[in-house]
């Protein structure tokens, strides 16, 4: 019998990489690499775009609340939070879009 060589290719994961709802150093993005969608990691991630979420809804719950009759200063400080809000939402969008469009 006649044996086979090994494969060098790497084998692919049955899901790919996972966008995670934070950044990594000077602000790239940090992806999960696991087959295990269950994991501690996974389970963090999603509790932190469920987090993420809740507070964006807060804070534009807020914001309706404020900009009628806001000093400058709060506007601005209120416009630095919901740009935060913002691509924290479009992170998890992202990552989300990810994860559905390997399900087709």
Known sequence: MRAEP???????LPHGPRLL????????????ISDNHGGPVSRLADATESIQLG?????????RELLPD?????????AERL???????????E???QRLSRLN
């Open 21 to 32: 709802p934070w950044s990594g150093q000077e602000g790239k993005p940090c992806y999960l």
């Open 55 to 63: 507070m964006g809804a807060e804070l534009l719950a807020h914001a």
């Open 6 to 12: 090994e494969s060098t290719e790497t084998p692919e």
């Open 83 to 93: 740009t935060e809000a913002l691509r924290d939402a479009l992170r998890v969008a």
């Open 70 to 78: 806001t000093p400058r200063g709060e506007l601005r400080f209120l």
């Open 95 to 97: 990552s989300r879009g």
